[in-house]
């Protein structure tokens, strides 16, 4: 297996996800394999994420409640076009 990343070069990923359980597993599953993760639990809070830092990574679920994740990865892709979904 690999060598774990230097916190220099730790991928960061957004993660927006509304169940609270798959939330913390995901974020702590990320975490454990190395990655810079910020979570939320819904896309219109991560738009504010994404406007102010960069992530190299958004992983969306798609239905959550005031923006799904379709539109969110829209908006990602204005914001922020060089980060991944």
Do not use: W
Not at 10 to 23: P, S, T
Not at 30 to 58: I, K, Q, W
Request: with cysteine; charged share 30%; proline share 4%.
């Amino acid at each position: 297996m690999g060598a774990r990343m230097t916190d220099a070069a730790r991928a960061r990923i957004l993660l927006a996800e509304d169940d609270g359980a798959m939330r913390t597993y995901l974020e702590r599953a990320l975490h454990n394999a190395g990655f810079a993760v910020d979570s939320v639990d819904r896309g219109t809070s991560a738009l504010p994420l994404l406007e102010r830092a960069h992530y190299d990574l958004l992983l969306s679920d798609i239905v959550m409640p005031e923006m799904d994740g379709i539109e969110l990865a829209q908006k990602c892709n204005e914001i922020s076009p060089d980060t991944k979904v």
